[in-house]
């Protein structure tokens, strides 16, 4: 299993569990963004630099992830397509993207999408917790536990 991270909207303190379960799993984690951050030096932690542009970091997840590697992602379009590759996709607040389950989160996305276009105010995500902070972790511990 490797991780890949949709990493220009990801959460400060996720981007620092996944620095820290990569040195300790020695699994290979990979941040994917259209900006340039500082990441640890560490075997098993890549930064990968994209272009600007819609989706362009979404591409290069989608081209090189494979079934079974675990994405870390909130853009629910990205999760449904590398759930279709056969990965998992695991949102920074600790909810699971699965074959299971995305073909009703991303109608659901559709739909509110679709509310928010014709002018309807629904609001946006609260703000990110410990609490989402320790769900994150414990989702990534059980998932990486499996893997072992």
């Known amino acids: 299993m490797k991780i890949w991270?949709?990493?220009?909207?990801?959460?400060?303190?996720?981007?620092?569990?996944?620095?820290?379960?990569?040195?300790?799993?020695?699994?290979?984690?990979?941040?994917?963004?259209?900006?340039?951050?500082?990441?640890?030096?560490?075997?098993?932690?890549?930064?990968?630099?994209?272009?600007?542009?819609?989706?362009?970091?979404?591409?290069e997840i989608v081209n090189e992830c494979e079934a079974g590697d675990l994405i870390i992602t909130?853009?629910?379009?990205?999760?449904?397509?590398?759930v279709e590759k056969g990965a998992l996709a695991l949102d920074p607040r600790g909810k699971m993207y699965d074959k299971d389950n995305i073909g009703q989160i991303l109608d659901m996305r559709n739909f509110m999408d679709e509310l928010r276009g014709s002018g309807v105010e629904t609001g946006g995500p609260s703000g990110f917790s410990q609490k989402e902070r320790y769900k994150f972790a414990n989702e990534l511990d059980r998932l990486i536990a499996q893997e072992g």
């Open 5 to 59: 991270v949709d990493a220009d909207a990801c959460p400060k303190p996720i981007k620092d569990i996944l620095c820290r379960a990569a040195d300790r799993t020695e699994i290979m984690v990979t941040f994917v963004a259209n900006q340039r951050f500082r990441v640890p030096e560490s075997s098993f932690i890549h930064l990968t630099q994209v272009g600007y542009g819609a989706d362009i970091a979404d591409d």
């Open 74 to 82: 909130a853009d629910i379009p990205l999760a449904a397509r590398v």
